[in-house]
């Protein structure tokens, strides 16, 4: 069954490159072009990914994404931008995106992001374990059987990827890994683009399960090699 995805891009001449690079793909497409439609397709049809431009006619990407979040809905987020303001990539992360990509962009890139996208997304490259016990970091708990988070006894709530980025660091304690290595094993990118979205996604996932995440104690960072996780005593 072809994968399904939601463009939302007022710009004409994007919207129409994508889409028709996307069905030579094997990609299924709905298009909107306006803020407030979107958001209407994005809650009401299940799509395996969606293409969210940050400028839009009656609402922008970041509420759109923002209400899909609180709303719920999973779906893969790339947000598609031509600002170059780091802070822009950032908050675009923060309320719930799991990629950007800036205009002018290839449509090899593209693709290979959204590719990545829908493979990690997918319930068979989910790296929990229903097999193994919970995992005991500190003062953090993660069952794996049940996909669940606790901090102090207290349920986190994590994205898929954050969910996916702990996991992978808890089951291996103390190695280093490079950036590269995680957008290849946690992101499933094939590439070493989007390095600055592991510095956001750590960050995030930090503010969520470090006492002082300006002092982190569970994940930390060795600077020139990568990131790691201590089990602590």
């Avoid at 030579?24 to 979107?38: K, N």
């Avoid at 049940?146 to 808890?170: M, W």
């Avoid at 399960?209 to 005593?233: H, V």
Wanted: aromatic share 6%; proline share 4%; with cysteine.
């Amino acid at each position: 069954m072809a994968k399904k995805l939601l463009i939302v891009e007022d710009d004409k001449n994007i919207s129409y490159i994508i889409s028709e690079n996307a069905k030579i793909e094997g990609y299924e497409c709905d298009v909107s072009y306006d803020g407030e439609d979107g958001l209407k397709k994005a809650l009401t049809n299940i799509h395996d990914l969606i293409l969210l431009d940050l400028m839009l006619p009656k609402m922008d990407g970041f509420a759109i994404c923002k209400h899909i979040r609180t709303e719920k809905i999973s779906t893969p987020v790339i947000m598609l931008t031509a600002r170059e303001e780091e802070t822009d990539k950032i908050l675009g992360l923060e309320i719930g995106a799991d990629d950007y990509i800036t205009k002018p962009f290839s449509v090899k890139e593209l693709f290979a992001r959204i590719k990545a996208n829908i493979r990690r997304s997918a319930p068979e490259s989910s790296l929990s374990d229903p097999n193994e016990n919970i995992i005991k970091i500190q003062s953090v708990a993660i069952d794996c059987g049940k996909c669940k988070v606790e901090k102090n006894n207290i349920p986190v709530e994590l994205s898929k990827l954050e969910y996916d980025l702990l996991v992978y660091l808890a089951k291996n304690p103390d190695k280093i890994f490079p950036r590269e290595e995680l957008l290849k094993n946690v992101w499933k990118y094939e590439d070493s683009y989007g390095e600055r979205t592991v510095d956001t996604t750590v960050n995030r996932l930090r503010n969520k399960i470090e006492d002082d995440s300006a002092n982190p104690k569970i994940i930390q960072n060795k600077r020139g090699m990568g990131y790691y996780l201590t089990m602590g005593e």
